[in-house]
T-cell receptor
Framework: EDKVVQSPLSLVVHEGDTVTLNCSYEVTNFRSLLWYKQEKKAPTFLFMLTSSGIEKKSGRLSSILDKKELFSILNITATQTGDSAIYLCAVYLIQGAQKLVFGQGTRLTINP | NAGVTQTPKFQVLKTGQSMTLQCAQDMNHNSMYWYRQDPGMGLRLIYYSASEGTTDKGEVPNGYNVSRLNKREFSLRLESAAPSQTSVYFC????????????????FGEGSRLTVL
């Protein structure tokens, strides 16, 4: 059974802190790993990672994939209250049709 | 730029009632999906449609039916609602059109919160 596990499930930090969110997976037919941010409503796309060791960056957010150890991390530096959200990790499988398997999500709360 | 539009946004049903969630996308995407989101369980795929006229089961299809009415619209029907179907439902679409291509990026609607009493 394809499985994606995120940790921690919940994290509370102070503004300005750096956080690391983890995502591990056990799947067949891996194609890529994606990170989404979900604030109040719809998840929005952050990153797609297909190759090991290549960091993707967008402002204060960065992410990297390790295909040997089957995990990815999402780093957020100098956190702001606007970073408060649920962060979802998903693995994209090729199985005759595009399918994403999501992890449980990490609820991140940034306190001022 | 409407993107993916879902209706209704909120619905309360009694056990045994039926209802249909509607979804439409204006991005000319081939693939459409229905997910449910429950606390602590992330997003789970109910059904998906890789093209007009085709539908396939996801992880949790029991108790649901779908219809890909045309390229734009993909509806989800609960024939006899149960309290276990209380959830937030998301429709999504993607550019995936077959084979081994595709980015994996999904475009989500804003969700429909369903409560079954």
């Amino acid at each position: 059974e394809d499985k994606v596990v995120q940790s921690p499930l919940s994290l509370v930090v102070h503004e300005g802190d750096t956080v690391t969110l983890n995502c591990s997976y056990e799947v067949t037919n891996f194609r890529s790993l994606l990170w989404y941010k979900q604030e109040k409503k719809a998840p929005t796309f952050l990153f797609m990672l297909t190759s090991s060791g290549i960091e993707k960056k967008s402002g204060r957010l960065s992410s990297i994939l390790d295909k040997k150890e089957l995990f990815s991390i999402l780093n957020i530096t100098a956190t702001q209250t606007g970073d408060s959200a649920i962060y979802l990790c998903a693995v994209y499988l090729i199985q005759g049709a595009q399918k994403l398997v999501f992890g449980q999500g990490t609820r991140l709360t940034i306190n001022p | 730029n409407a993107g993916v539009t879902q209706t209704p946004k909120f619905q309360v049903l009694k056990t045994g009632q039926s209802m249909t969630l509607q979804c439409a996308q204006d991005m000319n995407h081939n693939s459409m999906y229905w997910y449910r989101q429950d606390p602590g369980m992330g997003l789970r795929l109910i059904y998906y449609s890789a093209s007009e006229g085709t539908t396939d089961k996801g992880e949790v299809p029991n108790g649901y039916n779908v219809s890909r009415l045309n390229k734009r619209e993909f509806s989800l029907r609960l024939e006899s609602a149960a309290p276990s179907q209380t959830s937030v439902y998301f429709c999504a679409s993607s550019t995936y059109s077959g084979g081994t291509q595709g980015t994996g990026e999904l475009f989500f609607g804003e969700g429909s919160r369903l409560t079954v009493l």
